[in-house]
């Protein structure tokens, strides 16, 4: 069955940095579009990029532009997102999840938290 | 941005009733409109997309309808697992959005 599981979250403090990884089986990755959705504590969901099945179409919310930067390596069936001078409001838990518009597969998430 | 307003807030319904769950965008999205439902410490799951188009798995008591700006999931009758959190979810626009969800919780 598919699975998607994300890794790399943490504690960081603001200004620091991070990597998330997701790992993807059970679904045919290089011809999967994928997403990163978060989830901000008690809060709901927030799309925050997207990138297309072979990378040379990304798309970022204004939120995380120019912060944030997402890749993937279709040979390792693996999506990441780096996150760069992080702030407070970065803190949720963050989502992969396979895209076709609608959101088929997601993964568990991964927790993010940014405090001094 | 299309916001995406979804009312109630929290519905209180007995195992075996219909729920009504609405979602209305503020701007035309045709059909593109997905729910999904998230239990606490889990993942969001995809109920509906296309706004009526079960996806692979889910129960016939799961229905979507509406067009537009105006959106419904309804639950013909509740069972146990189905209380959860419920999301609405345009993707006619960038970026998508979502709702800010329906808590369905046991009367």
């Known amino acids: 069955q598919v699975q998607l599981v994300e890794s790399g979250g943490g504690l960081v403090k603001p200004g620091g940095s991070l990597r998330l990884s997701c790992a993807a089986s059970g679904l045919p990755f290089s011809d999967s579009y994928m997403s990163w959705i978060r989830q901000a504590p008690g809060k709901g969901l927030e799309w925050i990029s997207y990138i297309s099945r072979d990378g040379t179409t990304i798309y970022y919310a204004d939120s995380v532009k120019g912060r944030f930067t997402i890749s993937r390596d279709n040979a390792r069936n693996t999506l990441f997102l780096q996150m760069n001078s992080l702030r407070a409001e970065d803190t949720a838990v963050y989502f992969c999840?396979?895209?076709?518009?609608?959101?088929?597969?997601w993964g568990q998430g991964t927790l993010v938290t940014v405090s001094s | 941005e299309i916001v995406m307003t979804q009312s109630p807030a929290t519905l209180s319904v007995s195992p075996g009733e219909r729920a009504t769950l609405s979602c209305r965008a503020s701007h035309r999205i045709a059909t593109y409109l997905a729910w999904y439902h998230q239990k606490p410490g889990q993942a969001p799951r995809l109920l509906i997309y296309?706004?009526?188009t079960r996806a692979t798995g889910i129960p016939a008591r799961f229905s979507g309808s509406g067009s537009g700006t105006d959106f419904t999931l309804t639950i013909s009758s509740l069972q146990s697992e189905d209380f959860a959190v419920y999301f609405c979810?345009?993707?006619?626009?960038?970026?998508?959005?979502f709702g800010q969800g329906t808590k369905v919780e046991i009367k």
């Open positions: 999840a396979r895209d076709e518009q609608w959101l088929v597969h």
């Open positions: 296309g706004a009526s």
């Open positions: 979810h345009q993707y006619n626009n960038w970026p998508p959005t």
